[in-house]
């Protein structure tokens, strides 16, 4: 069967550094998500990685090992508006996405 | 705001109700989604409507009923619903085609309860 894994919960320090992790096992690999859902409020996209490394976008950076089944989300100085569920998903050979549960990231002052 | 809206963005009913939900996208997509987010579980995908074509049914249970009328507009309507269907129902959209990846686009969700 097609499997995300993810840590259900992480609590960090504001200002600090924060990585989540996704490992995953699916029928093919076309690429993998990180989305970032408020509560009570619709995810949004975050990043997508298809080739093996670190991709850059301001405070958060994502990385993909495709050999390993394994990516993380990595959160520089975190900041309250951090606080959220970050959500792994892979899109399989079919081009579907396979989700994981996310992660409820809290962030103490 | 994502271009993708949904309402109502909270629903109580009973269990011999019927309702709808509505989902509308401003984005010119040709692929529309309705997943089911319960509390630490995956986002579970429900029905995929392609170019108003559905193109994925997982295995839902009949008293959901999805409706394409338009490649902006879905429908989900909902009948003898059970308690345990108490969830936030997830409406996206994104540009199908030639096998592309493409990201999703999510609305704010109809929180439902079911009593």
């Known amino acids: 069967g097609q499997n995300i894994d993810q840590p259900t919960e992480m609590t960090a320090t504001e200002g600090a550094i924060v990585q989540i992790n996704c490992t995953y096992q699916?029928?093919?690999?076309?690429?993998l998500f990180w989305y970032q859902q408020h509560a009570g409020e619709a995810p949004t996209f975050l990043s997508y990685?298809?080739l093996d490394g670190l991709e850059e976008k301001g405070r958060f950076s994502s990385f993909l090992s495709r050999s390993k089944g394994y990516s993380y989300l990595l959160l520089k100085e975190l900041q309250m508006k951090d606080s959220a569920s970050y959500l792994c998903?892979?899109?399989?050979?079919?081009?579907?996405?396979?989700w994981g549960a996310g992660t409820k990231l809290i962030i103490k002052p | 705001e994502t271009g993708v809206t949904q309402t109502p963005r909270h629903l109580v009913m009973g269990m011999t109700n019927k309702k709808s939900l509505k989902c509308e996208q401003h984005?010119?997509?040709?692929?529309m989604y309705w997943y089911k987010q319960s509390a630490k579980k995956p986002l579970e995908l429900m029905f995929v409507y392609n170019f108003k074509e559905q193109t994925e049914n997982n295995s839902v249970p009949s008293r959901f009923s999805p409706e394409c009328p338009n490649s902006s507009h879905l429908f989900l309507h909902l009948h003898t619903l059970q308690p345990e269907d108490s969830a936030l129902y997830l409406c996206a959209s994104s540009q199908e085609g030639g096998g592309r990846v493409n990201e999703q686009f999510f609305g704010p969700g109809t929180r439902l309860t079911v009593l």
């Open positions: 699916t029928s093919g690999f076309n690429g």
């Open positions: 998903a892979v899109l399989d050979s079919n081009y579907q996405l396979i």
């Open positions: 990685n298809v």
């Open positions: 984005l010119g997509h040709n692929a």
